[in-house]
């Protein structure tokens, strides 16, 4: 059974010199439409973004469970913010 990856990843971004945030982008369950044809609304029931490949590579953009794009599954953020004080000692 071949092992499957599931895509979080972790950026720095800095906003200012005494704050840090940290952002997790996780995708979550699958929202393409299959029956946008015939004029209908169905999904499949992918509930989680796995990639088919590893980071960096053209298939880890394509999910390994229903094997659409990453871009159809819902993208969720989550922010930390990290306050650091430049107090200088007296």
């Known amino acids: 059974m071949k092992k499957r990856q599931v895509v979080i ?9 005494s704050n840090q945030v940290t952002q997790t982008v996780r ?5 393409k439409n299959h029956a ?9 029931g992918c ?4 990639a088919g490949g590893a980071e960096g590579t053209a298939a880890a953009l394509s999910c390994a469970a229903c ?3 990453r871009n159809f599954h819902r993208r ?6 990290r306050s650091y004080s430049s107090s200088s000692p007296s």
């Open 27 to 31: 995708y979550g369950e699958c929202q």
């Open 67 to 69: 094997g659409c794009h």
């Open 9 to 17: 990843r972790k950026e720095m971004c800095h906003q200012s010199s």
């Open 76 to 81: 969720e953020v989550d922010r930390e913010v």
């Open 36 to 44: 946008i044809d015939i004029g209908g609304y169905a999904v499949d």
């Open 47 to 50: 509930r989680e973004f796995m």
